[in-house]
Structure formats: C-alpha cells, structure tokens
C-alpha cells in the first residue's frame, strides 16, 4: 500500500526565490512539482525539461557529502531554510543529479590500506623481537 500525506511538500519543487529567513515554516510550500525520474539512496534524478528558472529544492537533508549537477555541470548547493537541499537552475537547464557520498566512508576507505600496512609491520617486528629473546 502507498500512503499519501494530504499537504506533503513534493520530493523535488521549483521555487522562484529562496526566503532570506531560516525555518521550514519560512519555505513558501507553493512551489511547482518537478518530475523525479530517479530516486534511489543515494542517486536522485530530476528531469528539468521545461520546467523554467529558479531553484530546486529537494526534500532531503542538507548533509555534508552530497552534489549536484545540471546537465553534467557542477552545480553550488545552497541550504533551503537551513535544511533542505537546493540549487539554482535556468531556464535552459534539462537535467540535475544529485548524489551522496559520506565523506567519513571515503576517509575510511584511504585509511585503511594504511593501517593494514601498520599492522604488518607491527606483525613482523613482534617477530624480530620474539625471535631475539630466544636467541638469548
């Protein structure tokens, strides 16, 4: 079953002007739906074909590790309301791919080859050293 909240904001809205003031209450919820042709975790796809200038604003957390492109470009994420993930589009603009990357998995990722290297040389050091005692 598919449970829908009467009033819901849509997962991707057009908006044609971020409010200067924070708080989700300050995000006018008149914004235009904007078709999402991919949403998976991590990977959201939005088609902006015709949809005009403005910005995007998508219902997911402003977390470090995401980015943005439109049409394989770039693009700057602002916060909407200090919450929401937003960016500024133009009328020209057919595309925009969101995707996130947890910055503590990459950090993770380049750790641990490193510490894996470390503890062979633990290994074979505290070799060298049992093999010296009991030449002793």
Known sequence: AVYRVPGAWPRASLHRQLPAAAGLDRLPKKGRAIPVTRDDPGAIDVDLA??????????????????????????????????????????????LEWR??????????????????????WFAMSGVRRGRRRST
């Open 50 to 95: 015709g949809v005009g200038a403005g910005f995007v604003v998508l219902t997911e957390i402003a977390y470090p590790g995401w980015s943005a492109t439109v049409d394989g470009e770039p693009a700057e994420i602002v916060a909407a309301a200090d919450a929401l993930l937003a960016v500024e589009v133009d009328a020209a603009a057919n595309s």
């Open 100 to 121: 996130f990357r947890p910055r503590i998995l990459l950090g993770s990722l380049a750790a641990f080859p490193l510490l894996w290297l470390l503890w062979i040389v």
